[in-house]
């Protein structure tokens, strides 16, 4: 089985080929890091128009890469959500133009699913059921994986996401936006005090799984605020105690972040071995998860009860379209793809997207335990 994948949920365009026993035979990723550092963040319009200008040629180079021609694909998968509709399109229209060309079945890919399962290509011995803290741009998720397919959400946000927090934090210090905040965030917090500031934990009252992260943005805003870091000044033209008190608040931020997942994962591992008691893997994956401090800080709390931490490498853990063709792949192997399209779809074609996305059921059990 050979699988291109496509993946546009966000602002990065990127497409793989993966073999069937998990080799990758091509990874490209154009990233939308100019048009980022101008806007600020992600403005959906310019997203969109990023894909598309880019999105023939990413596909053109993972087959090139692979040395493989679209006649020798499988299938092709795609993230179909959750993520930005307008965005989402593009990807999509790409695969089933592909695929309605070369007569391919497609793959409908879940992005956070993909996160997750990517561990699997990475871990040979990682087998259903385990957990999974998913950590990035716009989620915060930790579910039990029961099967393919079948996910229960043990904890998600009740606002922002961790990754939203390290990007503001990244974005109100000065720092360079030419990449996205938490690398740059995660650099610079080595040169700091991470007890210097005290920020608190947030939730910490709560008995349940979910997760928190608006409060602590505000912590760091105000903290930034009262020590009159002037975000336009670059931290690279700044002066030694100037970098010094902004090393030390990306420390702080960092450290109470994290503890904030530690203990949520602490509690959430008890959860889910009430539910599955055969579990013996804690994937973490997700953009968050190629910070160092964040894999140091989890193996620890994971090695505690007795389970395995898998980290993806950091290059599958952000977005990328390995993961999206080996989520294609798992589904295919199992009979779950759709035929192919037609060979022309009109421009205003309704394809099947979904912006919003749950992956799996809410745990109801949760909300009495959490008393
Ligand atoms: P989602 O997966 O929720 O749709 P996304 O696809 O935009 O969001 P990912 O590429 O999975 O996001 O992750 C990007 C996020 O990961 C950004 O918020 C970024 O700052 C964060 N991130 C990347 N590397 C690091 C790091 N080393 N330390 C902390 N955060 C990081
Ligand atoms: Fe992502």
């Given amino acids: 089985l050979v699988v291109l994948g496509i993946e ?10 993966v073999r069937g026993n998990g080799e990758i035979l091509s990874q490209v990723i154009s990233s939308q890091a100019e048009l980022l550092a101008q806007y ?56 089933r133009r592909v695929a309605g060309a070369f007569n391919l079945p497609i793959v409908g890919v879940h992005h956070m699913e993909a996160h997750a399962l990517v561990a699997r290509l990475v871990e040979h011995e990682l087998s259903f059921p385990f957990m999974a803290l998913l950590i990035s741009g716009g989620h915060n998720i930790i579910v039990l994986a029961h099967k393919l ?35 740059a965030v995660e650099e610079l917090a080595l040169e700091g005090d991470s007890k210097s500031v005290m920020f608190n934990v947030p939730m910490k009252n709560h008995k349940d799984c979910n997760f928190s992260y608006a409060g602590l943005k ?24 100037d970098r010094r008190n902004r090393a030390d608040i990306a420390a702080s931020f960092q450290r109470v972040a994290v503890l904030h997942l530690e203990e949520k994962c602490e509690r959430a591992i008890d959860w889910a071995l009430k539910l599955e008691p055969s579990i013996k893997h804690m994937v973490v994956s997700g953009g968050v998860a190629s910070n160092q401090y964040v894999r140091f800080r989890l193996n620890n709390i994971v ?3 007795n389970l395995k931490l ?9 977005d990328n ?46 909300r009495s335990e959490a008393r």
């Fill in 8 to 17: 546009t949920s966000c602002d990065d365009t990127a497409a793989a080929v």
């Fill in 40 to 95: 600020g963040g992600v403005a959906p319009k310019q997203a969109e128009e990023a894909h598309s200008r880019v999105i023939d040629k990413v596909v053109q180079d993972a087959l090139d890469r692979a040395n493989v021609t679209e006649k020798d694909l499988s299938a092709v998968a795609v993230t179909i959500g959750p993520g930005l509709g307008l965005c989402l399109r593009v990807g999509v229209q790409k695969a």
């Fill in 149 to 183: 397919g079948q996910y229960t959400q043990l904890g998600t946000t009740v606002d922002d996401a961790i990754g939203e927090a390290f990007d503001k934090t990244a974005k109100w210090l000065g720092l360079d936006m030419r990449r996205s905040g938490g690398p």
């Fill in 218 to 241: 505000t912590q760091v805003r105000l903290a930034i605020a009262a020590r009159e870091i002037d975000a336009k000044c670059p931290v690279s033209s700044a002066t030694k105690a």
């Fill in 303 to 305: 090695e505690n009860k």
């Fill in 310 to 318: 898998v980290c993806p490498p950091p290059s599958l853990c952000t």
């Fill in 321 to 366: 379209g390995v993961m999206v063709a080996w989520t294609g792949l798992e589904h295919f192997r199992v009979g779950r793809f759709d035929p192919p399209p037609p060979a022309m779809e009109p421009d205003d074609f309704m394809y099947d997207i979904r912006p919003r996305w749950p992956l799996g059921e809410e745990y109801a059990q949760g």
